[in-house]
Antibody, heavy 117, light 113 residues
Framework: QVQLVESGGGVVQPGRSLRLSCAAS????????LHWIRQVPGKGLQWVAV????????DYADFAEGRFTIFRDDSKSTLYLQMDSLRPEDTGIYYC??????????WGQGTLVTVSS | DVVMTQSPLSLSVTLGQPASISCRSS???????????LLWLQQRPGQSPRRLIY???NRDSGVPDRFSGSGSGTDFTLKISRVEAEDVGVYYC??????????FGQGTRLEIK
């Protein structure tokens, strides 16, 4: 069965960096685009970024552009999100989700990121 | 960005009774290929979101047939024909037609009366 397991969350000070991982199993990893979506207290669900199946296309939400980088390692069936210059408003649960682009189907259980001094 | 507006934001329903959630988009969700990328997600307490419905009205595998989606253009509805205890949670609509960004409704909290 499809499984997506996020890790890497934690407590970090404003301005610092964090790298999230999403380990996938149960499907052919390099056949699918992958998303990062976050759940922010008081703001609901926010789409963060997507990477195409072949990593040739990457798109970001405005708040992530220039600070976050999505990438994948198909040899490890793992998706990543490098988050730099973190802000308190980046606090939330970060989920990875499997594509297709416009209709992600499976979601992971999420990893909690807390940005606080 | 496409704004998704759900109503009501909370719903209290007696077991066995129907429930209905509305979702409106700020622009038509019909894509150039004729598809409409409108999804419904369910988030049970303490769990991650789960996709229930895709392309307006297609149920995902394992989703009970008491859940149905309908609508077109800018107006969409999720209906539960007979609410069961396991349906408690928050329901979100999501559009994937005009992206980036993919956008979500605010969520509708369903509780049992």
């Amino acid at each position: 069965q499809v499984q997506l397991v996020e890790s890497g969350g934690g407590v970090v000070q404003p301005g610092r960096s964090l790298r999230l991982s999403c380990a996938a199993s149960g499907f052919t990893f390099d056949d699918y685009s992958l998303h990062w979506i976050r759940q922010v207290p008081g703001k609901g669900l926010q789409w963060v970024a997507v990477i195409s199946y072949d990593a040739k296309q990457k798109d970001y939400a405005d708040f992530a552009e220039g600070r976050f980088t999505i990438f994948r390692d198909d040899s490890k069936s793992t998706l990543y999100l490098q988050m730099d210059s973190l802000r308190p408003e980046d606090t939330g649960i970060y989920y990875c989700a499997r594509g297709p682009y416009g209709e992600p189907d499976y979601w992971g259980q999420g990893t909690l990121v807390t940005v606080s001094s | 960005d496409v704004v998704m507006t759900q109503s009501p934001l909370s719903l209290s329903v007696t077991l066995g009774q129907p429930a209905s959630i509305s979702c409106r988009s700020s622009q038509s969700l019909v894509y150039s290929d004729g598809n409409t990328f409108l999804l419904w997600l369910q988030q049970r307490p303490g769990q991650s979101p789960r996709r229930l419905i895709y392309k307006v009205s297609n149920r995902d595998s394992g989703v009970p047939d008491r859940f149905s989606g309908s609508g077109s253009g800018t107006d969409f509805t999720l209906k539960i024909s007979r609410v069961e205890a396991e349906d408690v949670g928050v329901y979100y609509c999501m559009q994937g037609t005009h992206w980036p960004p993919i956008t979500f409704g605010q969520g509708t909290r369903l509780e049992i009366k």
